[in-house]
């Protein structure tokens, strides 16, 4: 007789993944975004060379090599590897007044838009929380400055205060602020009507409470996006001012001015014009790039 011995197996269930914490789940979003990724990355590298131009770049920006004037870039005939990118019509590196233009440039994108998203957040605060005349008179005063051309506006605050660095950071900043304002608004009152913070207020919590640490980290997210997208129209902004002589004066290197200075030699030089160009483009690509990326990793209704 032969027997039969049956084995059973036995499904044990597989366990459950373990959640992610909040930047596992944010850089998971971020991530699935290639395009923020590249632009991330060349923001990264920007910054690196704003940080780090004493090291990375070749020449001084205002040093004047008069045996190689409009020199073009290395790789063309007639060129000279010492000037990869050549040099303009007064002898000067273009590489390394680039590398020194993404300093000042990434310098006056951080002032202006810390500058506007400070502010912003307190007058949007104010208006959309107490609401009423406050609101009114805020709100009134934004429409105007919406009404004028943000690069006229800044135009007319630099020439009352004079062409400057400094006084164009803070034009930018001036016509930067209205979007914040408008967006914090816009947020407090839609968080006016929670639920938490009726709990709040009925357990006795102050106004600056309420505005502060209750309304204000929830508002926060379209914030972000909108403080990353504010630096490339700081950064369009500065250019377009320093293109017209009314923000960094010469000999410093910026991209908007060295624009201004080679536009004479667009047609026989055209490496002066365009590698300034190319920077302003690429450095504002990025960080669209970038802010779209922010939006669809902060925004809960856009995650799959």
């Known amino acids: 007789m032969t027997t039969s011995t049956k084995t059973s197996t036995t499904n044990t269930p597989l366990a459950a993944p373990a959640p992610m914490t909040p930047m596992q789940e944010f850089w998971h979003y971020f991530s699935s975004n290639k395009g923020a990724v590249a632009g991330l990355v060349v923001i990264l590298i920007i910054c690196f060379m ?6 990375v770049a070749p020449h001084s920006p205002s040093d004047q090599y008069r045996d190689a004037l409009l020199l073009p870039p290395a790789w063309l005939e007639g060129g000279n590897w010492s000037f990869v990118l050549g040099t303009d019509d007064v002898g000067r590196d273009i590489l390394s ?12 994108g951080i002032v202006a838009v810390t500058a506007s998203l400070v502010m912003g957040i307190l007058l949007g605060l104010i208006a959309g929380y107490f609401k009423g005349l406050i609101d009114t008179a805020i709100m009134r005063i934004v429409d105007i400055m919406l009404a004028m051309p943000s690069l006229l506006l800044a135009i007319a605050i630099v020439a009352i205060l004079g062409p400057s660095i400094v006084n164009a950071a803070l034009a930018i900043s001036i016509v930067s602020l209205p979007h914040y304002v408008r ?5 407090t009152m839609a968080e006016m009507s929670r639920d938490y913070v009726t709990s709040s207020k009925v357990i006795g919590a102050g106004p600056l409470r309420l505005m502060f640490i209750c309304i204000l980290p929830n508002c926060l997210a379209p914030l972000i996006v909108q403080a990353t997208l504010g630096f490339s129209s700081a950064i369009l902004d500065m250019a377009a001012l320093g293109f017209l002589g009314l923000g960094a004066q010469p000999p410093t290197p910026e991209w908007g001015s060295m624009l201004a200075d080679a536009l004479q030699f667009v047609q026989r030089a055209w490496w002066v014009v365009t590698f300034p160009g190319l920077m302003i483009l690429i450095t504002v690509l990025a960080f669209n790039l970038m802010g779209d990326g922010l939006r669809d990793a902060l925004d809960p209704k856009l995650k799959q």
Do not use: D, H, Q
């Open 50 to 55: 704003a940080v780090f131009a004493n090291l």
């Open 97 to 108: 007044r680039l590398i020194y233009g993404s300093r000042l440039s990434i310098a006056v």
């Open 183 to 187: 967006l914090t608004r816009a947020a």
